[in-house]
């Protein structure tokens, strides 16, 4: 028998170990994965790699059928090709080597053992104790089917894809809620996982964002008008979903205070509102029309300066301080036939927010408040209608989906036919005059995918109106807007907005003399917006951005009519201004009973050229005697700048889950101003741009309030004082001549604000019998100091504005006798407006004067009114072609002679006091609706 050497051994065992690994070599190059594969489905790319290796594949074939993946490999391994292969699905895998088998799963992770610690963790906690290691680790997610809810309206939902290297406790889920009907998005939805307190919203575009444990949840969902619903998902990831829900007709009384009331309690903003286009239906207002703004001044915070002033006055505010928003385009001027109607079709206009308190950080550039009207959007699923027929206006809506469940059209059309409503009035000059207007809008919508939307909207008013044999006015309203949303990311979106505004108004005068003219005024400005919200965490959401606008004013314009008249042609230069700002604002959750609104606005202002600009000697009263210099500016060039950092920092703090308090400052600056010298607002006002010798606005606001809700949000109470104080605000010298007047500053004067208040609203939201209860005690004084004379008011000391009316009170009632019929009142009664009375004559030069006592020391009697209304609906059969119900309605039920204005006339030596009155009788009227 031979021998062999101890080499002879090493040499024998090295030759087989090098066996050994080019065999196993040669076995793990025989599974190394090499192709090309274009657009390819996941099946086919599988199957591919499972004849090319000898590994099986076990999958169910609907997960491999709905992805389509282009990829190439290069002889890699099976586990880097297939890590690459499902990095963008929700698809895991696990080998088994020894089987030569491949298991799919979708979403989860096979585990083969528990994580050490696992036992060791605490009862009912997400985290794993690893003491060995002295670190803590989220555990694994199991599902086990036996805690499924039994109601289960929707399937089980997996969100994201498990790691088993990267698992955390909790995951943020976050999406788009969408009404199936109109493809709108649902605002104000509440979110709340079941068995818990987490609980969330979405916001104005419909997103919303919580943070889930992981694993299993049930989430329930509920709002205004929408079915309840319940589902369940399974967080494995963060992830998207997008809750499309059905409308609940039925459910609509129950449901429709939840949202409001608990945002009255638990948001941060202080003084806003929100009010539906359908909370107008049932309040009886002038002639049958439904008018949301007209509903707005039944709010405490917020009215007019009397029947048939235009314009509203928010928080001893003037009318040129509001900024009036239509689907994000500034409309001058939303009002028709001296503020009587508003201009806004109300079957096509979906709502209105109000900030009257703490303004969001997007918005700047007036002083008092923000209207924010939104129109719907058209019906995406089918043709849809509705319309009105009342004794001067007809009002139309028509929805038309163009792609179904995608994109729709809404087109709203409205006007006046009859001219009698003058001819009633309580005043013999006005029998002969005439007035017409009409408005129409169109938007249309597209839902483009489910991360980007498409807005457009177009709309056009025009209103025509003689008072006078001899002159017609007529103003017009136009805008246009374009809005991109988008979702950037899980937990990002953006808005890009573009619009333009104008606003014209001219007057023709056909006398019998040869003095006829024509005379035009018109303000231009077209506006660019870009904003972001981040939804950081539950306890941070980011709003920020930018806006810029361009400003054109034709001042005025002025032009004879006809070849015989003497008037000669005379245009005023064109004024023009660029306004920009950048925005930064953060939603802070302290804790759960603390909440912090948290904005900064850098707000910038610059008067362009092409003009001329006075100078005045200083320490002089500006007058044609005070002139130092005049200026040439070119094109383009700066004039005059102003601007600076404006704040809005608001806060919350729950006491109760349904008792809060809240408060909130700021400041902003307003660089466009109104010229008036009426006692109050109409069409006919113009603007002004601030210059050289017009500054800039600004205003200071802090608020305080308490909010409770009873009985299960059925009613709600709030008590909330602010304090205001302006400086820059504007009036004018006595007598002031302001149109076609190329120096104007001469005749204006700037000074101080102060306004401050109290206002309490008490609601029931629901029932059959429901509605609220308004009181505003309020002051709004104005100071005009100066060491001259003639730019001194009341000898420098605060005094009442035109609008100041320390008491208001708004009692709104609906009862729901039947489905079918129902009865609504509303009473109002305000302290009467300041006015200037004579007090005496005096004769100088053999002339007889007379003298006034000081500006708005006295004032007219108080306002006040009744009207009732009574609806009838027609039956509620589901099947039928169209749903009606008619209105019927009494304005100013008790008669009574409300002053619009009082005026002084000289008769026979003697000086007479005369009012006059816009509606000084009953006023019946009836309206048909109906709805397709």
């Known amino acids: 028998m031979p021998r062999y050497s101890a080499f002879t051994q090493r040499r024998g065992a090295f030759i087989f170990f090098f066996v050994i690994v080019f065999w196993y070599g040669n076995a793990q190059e025989d599974n190394l994965i090499s192709g090309t594969y274009d657009n390819a489905l996941l099946y086919n790319i599988i199957t591919d790699i499972e004849s090319k290796s000898d590994y099986s594949f076990f999958f169910i074939k609907d997960?491999?059928?709905?992805?389509?993946?282009?990829?190439?490999?290069?002889?890699?391994?099976?586990?880097?090709?297939?890590?690459?292969?499902?990095?963008?699905?929700?698809?895991?895998?696990?080998?088994?080597?020894?089987?030569?088998?491949?298991?799919?799963?979708?979403?989860?992770?096979?585990?083969?053992?528990?994580?050490?610690g696992f036992f060791g963790r605490k009862a009912d906690s997400s985290i794993i104790v690893n003491t060995e290691k002295g670190f803590t680790t989220p555990k694994p997610v199991f599902f086990n089917d036996d805690i499924r809810q039994k109601e289960k309206l929707f399937q089980i939902v997996r969100i994201g894809k498990a790691s088993a290297t990267n698992a955390k406790s909790s995951y943020i889920l976050s999406g788009k809620a969408i009404n199936t009907s109109t493809g709108e998005p649902i605002q104000?939805?509440?979110?709340?996982?079941?068995?818990?307190?987490?609980?969330?919203?979405?916001?104005?575009?419909?997103?919303?964002?919580?943070?889930?444990?992981?694993?299993?949840?049930?989430?329930?969902?509920?709002?205004?008008?929408?079915?309840?619903s319940k589902r369940e998902v399974i967080m494995y990831a963060d992830g998207e979903l997008n809750l499309v829900l059905e409308e609940g007709l039925e459910r609509l009384d129950e449901v429709v205070v939840e949202a409001d009331a608990a945002s009255n309690v638990e948001d941060a903003i202080t003084g806003s509102e929100q009010i539906d286009s359908e909370e107008s239906k049932n309040i009886p207002l002038v002639l049958g029309e439904r008018d949301i703004l007209q509903v707005a001044k039944a709010l405490p915070g917020i009215s007019s300066a009397g029947e048939g002033a235009t314009g509203l006055n928010v928080r001893g505010g003037k009318t040129d301080q509001n900024l009036v928003l239509l689907d994000d385009a500034v409309i001058y001027n939303p009002t028709h036939f001296f503020g009587i109607f508003?201009?806004?079709?109300?079957?096509?206009?979906?709502?209105?927010?109000?900030?009257?308190?703490?303004?969001?950080?997007?918005?700047?550039?007036?002083?008092?408040?923000?209207?924010?009207?939104?129109?719907?959007?058209?019906?995406?699923?089918?043709?849809?209608?509705?319309?009105?027929?009342?004794?001067?206006?007809?009002?139309?809506?028509?929805?038309?989906?163009?792609?179904?469940?995608?994109?729709?059209?809404?087109?709203?059309?409205?006007?006046?036919?009859?001219?009698?409503?003058?001819?009633?009035?309580d005043e013999?000059?006005?029998?002969?005059?005439?007035?017409?207007?009409?408005?129409?809008?169109?938007?249309?919508?597209?839902?483009?995918?489910?991360?980007?939307?498409?807005?457009?909207?177009?709309?056009?008013?025009?209103?025509?109106?003689?008072?006078?044999?001899?002159?017609l006015y007529n103003y017009s309203n136009r805008l246009f807007s374009l809005r991109w949303d988008r979702q950037v990311s899980d937990k990002t979106n953006s808005a890009l907005f573009?619009?333009?505004?104008?606003?014209?108004?001219?007057?023709?005068?056909?006398?019998?003399?040869?003095?006829?003219f024509e005379l035009d005024y018109g303000i231009n400005e077209t506006a660019l917006k870009y904003k972001m919200q981040t939804i950081v965490n539950d306890?941070?959401?980011?709003?920020?951005?930018?806006?810029?606008?361009?400003?054109?004013?034709?001042?005025?314009?002025?032009?004879?009519?006809?070849?015989?008249?003497?008037?000669?042609?005379?245009?005023?230069?064109?004024?023009?201004?660029?306004?920009?700002?950048?925005?930064?604002?953060?939603?802070?959750?302290?804790?759960?009973?603390?909440?912090?609104?948290?904005?900064?606005?850098y707000a910038f202002f610059a008067a362009l050229g092409e003009a001329t600009q006075r100078t005045y000697n200083d320490n002089q009263p500006r007058n044609e005697s005070t002139v130092r210099d005049t200026i040439s500016y070119g094109n383009g060039e700066f004039i005059e700048t102003y601007g600076g950092p404006e704040l809005r920092l608001s806060a919350r703090y729950l006491l109760t889950p349904d008792l809060s308090i809240k408060a909130s400052v700021n400041n902003s600056y307003q660089f466009l101003h109104t010229l008036s010298n009426n006692t109050t607002v109409s069409p006919i006002d113009t603007w002004k741009l601030s210059d050289l010798n017009i500054e800039a606005q600004k205003g200071y606001q802090a608020s305080l309030g308490i909010y409770k809700?009873?009985?299960?949000?059925?009613?709600?109470?709030?008590?909330?004082?602010?304090?205001?104080?302006?400086?820059?605000?504007?009036d004018f010298k006595t007598g002031a001549d302001l149109f076609?007047?190329?120096?104007?500053?001469?005749?204006?004067?700037?000074?101080?604000?102060?306004?401050?208040?109290?206002?309490?609203?008490?609601?029931?939201?629901?029932?059959?019998?429901?509605?609220?209860?308004?009181?505003?005690y309020s002051r709004s004084l104005y100071r005009f100091d100066s060491e001259f004379n003639e730019e001194r008011i009341n000898n420098g000391e605060f005094f009442p504005s035109n609008f100041d009316k320390p008491h208001d009170v708004s009692l709104i009632v609906n009862y729901k006798l039947t489905r079918r019929f129902s009865f609504s009142g509303n009473f109002v009664y305000q302290t009467g407006r300041p006015v200037t009375y004579p007090i005496g004559t005096f004769r100088f030069n053999n002339a007889d004067f007379v003298a006034f006592s000081n500006r708005n020391e006295f004032r007219i009697p108080d306002y006040y009114r009744l009207d009732l209304g009574f609806n009838m609906e027609g039956n509620h059969k589901k099947n039928k072609l169209a749903h009606s119900f008619w209105t019927f309605s009494v304005y100013n039920v008790l008669g009574r002679n409300n002053p619009y204005s009082v005026f002084f006339v000289t008769d026979n030596g003697e000086v007479k006091a005369l009012q006059s009155s816009i509606f000084a009788i009953p006023i019946p009227s009836i309206t048909y609706n109906f709805k397709f």
């Open 63 to 116: 997960w491999v059928q709905k992805d389509s993946v282009t990829i190439s490999f290069n002889n890699e391994n099976l586990e880097s090709a297939l890590d690459r292969l499902f990095s963008k699905t929700q698809l895991n895998y696990y080998i088994l080597k020894k089987d030569k088998r491949v298991f799919l799963v979708e979403n989860t992770v096979i585990y083969d053992e528990l994580p050490r």
């Open 740 to 776: 076609l007047n190329e120096n104007v500053e001469t005749e204006i004067l700037q000074g101080d604000g102060k306004a401050y208040g109290v206002e309490f609203l008490i609601k029931k939201n629901r029932g059959d019998f429901n509605g609220w209860l308004g009181y505003t």
């Open 188 to 228: 104000d939805l509440a979110i709340r996982v079941v068995n818990t307190n987490l609980i969330t919203a979405t916001d104005a575009n419909g997103n919303y964002s919580i943070e889930l444990p992981a694993g299993y949840n049930a989430i329930a969902t509920s709002a205004m008008g929408i079915e309840d």
């Open 498 to 516: 573009i619009g333009n505004s104008d606003y014209r108004f001219g007057i023709d005068f056909d006398g019998e003399s040869n003095n006829d």
């Open 428 to 471: 013999e000059s006005l029998n002969n005059s005439e007035a017409s207007f009409f408005d129409g809008i169109v938007k249309y919508y597209d839902k483009i995918n489910d991360k980007n939307e498409i807005r457009a909207s177009g709309y056009y008013s025009r209103d025509n109106f003689s008072i006078t044999s001899d002159s």
């Open 539 to 601: 306890n941070h959401t980011l709003n920020y951005g930018l806006s810029s606008k361009y400003y054109s004013v034709n001042p005025g314009s002025i032009e004879p009519s006809g070849s015989s008249s003497d008037i000669a042609s005379r245009r005023i230069s064109k004024e023009k201004a660029l306004e920009g700002a950048v925005f930064i604002g953060d939603e802070l959750k302290i804790n759960d009973k603390f909440l912090v609104n948290l904005g900064l606005r």
């Open 342 to 425: 508003q201009a806004l079709n109300p079957f096509t206009t979906k709502g209105v927010a109000i900030y009257k308190g703490s303004m969001p950080v997007e918005y700047g550039g007036r002083l008092s408040s923000v209207f924010d009207i939104r129109t719907k959007n058209g019906n995406v699923e089918k043709v849809a209608g509705e319309g009105s027929i009342g004794p001067v206006t007809g009002n139309m809506a028509l929805e038309v989906p163009l792609e179904k469940n995608k994109s729709s059209l809404i087109i709203g059309a409205r006007g006046a036919y009859a001219d009698w409503i003058l001819r009633s009035l």
């Open 709 to 730: 809700n009873l009985n299960e949000n059925e009613y709600e109470i709030s008590l909330e004082g602010y304090y205001r104080r302006m400086e820059n605000v504007l």
